[in-house]
């Protein structure tokens, strides 16, 4: 079992301005850890989580894929969070490159067909200052990303996705199919009903390998 | 963290700016040394992604002259740390990169890039 990291270096002050993991935050994390085997197999050598906010799930990737096996990548268009992230790194002895950027603009030339391991936990729930104006249901911000998707990941690579119910899944699927690399690569790792939501983790993977 | 691995996956990306927009020059550093375990296969693993003649540079623009010019072909433990070194252990903590194109400069501070751009610079 991988632990959650600690947090405890982030006070409520942190939580003004920077997302506090909350239900769709742990489903993610059992979602990884369940694919853990099957991450490190991989032998991945760049993560990237867009939105890191807090840190606590590139910290937790870190831990699955070994601290100094692969490179840990995390971009946040809120500078807090940035911040956070980066300590949330130190805290938990995972480090990670937290860069202030939207999406994954002054990556995508040099990443591109790099990225091993893709995350990213949309900012469904709008209204945290700084954050991520997600739409009406935060999909403009999924739909802006998963159009570069394919362009960055390797051919190995995979890209997790957390989804809500509002987003359609059949939808988001079938859009994640018009590539043809991903025909029949796209998997439900995880489905949870927290509360009045239903979560879901999404498994996209470029190629197939030791699946 | 800026280090020299993060610095070598960074490109300008201003409106209009798509050549000669690589690597990010450095300016008005701080550094700051800090330990990181040596994994000599990651480093190996790494070494595809690298951008040699980017990582030179960008190495003796903040005062390392450790990497030669060209990339060796033999990977031994000695380069193997050094590169490991170079790439992992030097931490720009303040300064700026500037890119070589279109001139416009992207601050660092505390050891974070702010890569973010204007509403009229974006693409």
């Not at chain 1, 995972?94 to 091993?116: G, M």
């Not at chain 1, 059949?170 to 790792?189: A, D, H, N, Q, S």
Request: hydrophobic share 40%.
């Amino acid at each position: 079992m991988i632990p959650t990291p600690d947090l405890s270096h982030l006070s409520k002050g942190d939580y003004e301005y920077v997302y506090e993991p909350a239900e769709d935050t742990f489903v993610l994390l059992d979602a990884l850890e369940e694919e853990a085997d099957s991450i490190r197999s991989l032998v991945p050598r760049i993560c990237l989580e867009i939105g890191s906010g807090t840190g606590i799930v590139s910290s937790f990737l870190g831990h699955i894929i070994g601290v100094s096996n692969a490179l840990f990548l995390c971009t946040d268009i809120n500078p807090h969070a940035a911040t956070c992230s980066a300590r949330t790194g130190s805290q938990n002895k995972a480090p990670l490159e937290p860069l202030i950027a939207s999406l994954v603009s002054p990556l995508a030339s040099r990443l591109a067909h790099a990225v091993d391991i893709l995350v990213f936990n949309p900012p469904y729930r709008a209204g945290i200052a700084g954050s991520w104006a997600g739409g009406a249901d935060g999909m403009q911000v999924v739909a802006a990303l998963l159009e570069q998707v394919d362009g960055l990941l390797s051919p190995r690579g995979r890209f997790y996705l957390v989804a809500v119910k509002q987003n359609n899944i059949p939808k988001l699927r079938e859009f994640m199919l018009k590539p043809f690399c991903y025909r029949g690569r796209t998997k439900i790792v995880l489905q949870r009903r927290a509360g009045r939501e239903y979560l879901f983790v999404l498994r996209f993977v470029r190629r197939v390998v030791n699946v | 963290m800026v280090r020299l691995i993060t610095h070598n996956l960074l490109a300008c990306h201003a409106k209009g700016c798509t050549s000669n927009n690589f690597p990010l020059r450095f300016s008005n550093v701080k550094l700051a040394l800090r330990e990181a375990d040596f994994n000599p296969d990651f480093i190996r693993g790494f070494l595809p992604r690298i951008e040699w003649d980017a990582l030179v540079q960008a190495s003796r623009e903040i005062g390392d002259t450790s990497l030669p010019p060209e990339r060796p072909e033999m990977l031994d433990d000695d380069f193997l740390k050094q590169l490991h070194h170079v790439l992992l252990e030097i931490h720009v903590d303040e300064g700026s990169m500037t890119c070589p194109n279109c001139e416009h400069v992207y601050p660092i501070s505390s050891g974070i890039p702010n890569m973010l751009l204007a509403e009229h610079e974006i693409r």
